[in-house]
């Protein structure tokens, strides 16, 4: 099985804050990796797929990169509305797998 | 509009079943691979099982194989999670998810499993 390991598992930025989370595949995945925002007792939410395509409708303050088995979300210009939980999913292989989660909160 | 509608949640006894439904609407489900995830109260997000847009082919995560079936009816756009032999381990919100990559999710639905 592909694990995703995701770094840090939590962080505390202030507003106006540039914000990246780490994902890691164990394996070589090519692009086929999905980032997620999830708020409390919500639903996640896809923001990016394809490793960096922004998902119709989330903002361009979101964007997504990709170097070997290392994916990066960055997330500018932080604003208490970003205050969630974020996943990454590999989806080349199956089982499909996600990451840890990273818990953002604004200080 | 894509919409995804989980139901059937509840409460199941250890051993028994339940049957979870996705209804979907608002593009071709027919053509859609379609993926139900868990999450534990507290945890973080699992893969429970993919089906192709057929529904000839279907994976299942370990956890679950052997207990859980996929199936859908693509006459009704709407894809189903038969779960039998519930465990406690089991008891999660279960969300039904357009597509591999999870491009839209259902509200999801609350199994909890207790004697």
């Known amino acids: 099985d592909i694990q995703m390991t995701q770094s840090p598992s939590s962080l505390s930025a202030s507003v106006g804050d540039r914000v990246t989370i780490t994902c890691r595949a164990s394996?070589?995945?090519?692009?086929?990796l999905a980032w997620f925002q999830q708020k409390p007792g919500k639903a996640p939410k896809s923001l990016i797929y394809?490793?960096?395509n922004l998902q119709s409708g989330v903002p361009s303050k979101f964007s997504g990169s990709r170097s070997g088995t290392k994916f990066i979300l960055t997330i500018n210009s932080l604003q208490p509305e970003d205050s969630a939980t974020y996943y990454c999913?590999?989806?080349?292989?199956?089982?499909?797998?996600f990451g840890g989660g990273t818990k953002v909160e604004i200080k | 509009e894509v919409q995804l509608l989980d139901s059937g949640g509840g409460w199941g006894q250890p051993g028994g079943s339940l049957r979870l439904s996705c209804a979907a609407s608002?593009?071709?489900?027919?053509?859609?691979?379609m993926t139900w995830v868990r999450q534990a109260p507290g945890k973080g997000l699992e893969w429970i099982s993919t089906?192709?847009?057929?529904?000839?082919?279907?994976f299942y995560a370990d956890s679950v194989k052997g207990r859980f079936t996929v199936s859908r009816d693509n006459s009704k756009n709407t894809m189903f999670l038969q779960m039998n032999g519930l465990r406690a381990e089991d008891t999660a919100i279960y969300y039904c998810?357009?597509?591999?990559?999870?491009?839209?999710w259902g509200q999801g639905t609350l199994v909890t499993v207790s004697s």
């Open positions: 999913q590999q989806y080349k292989f199956y089982p499909l797998t």
């Open positions: 608002g593009f071709t489900f027919s053509t859609s691979i």
């Open positions: 394996q070589g995945i090519d692009d086929f």
């Open positions: 394809a490793a960096s």
């Open positions: 089906i192709s847009s057929s529904g000839k082919d279907s």
């Open positions: 998810a357009k597509d591999d990559r999870l491009d839209h």
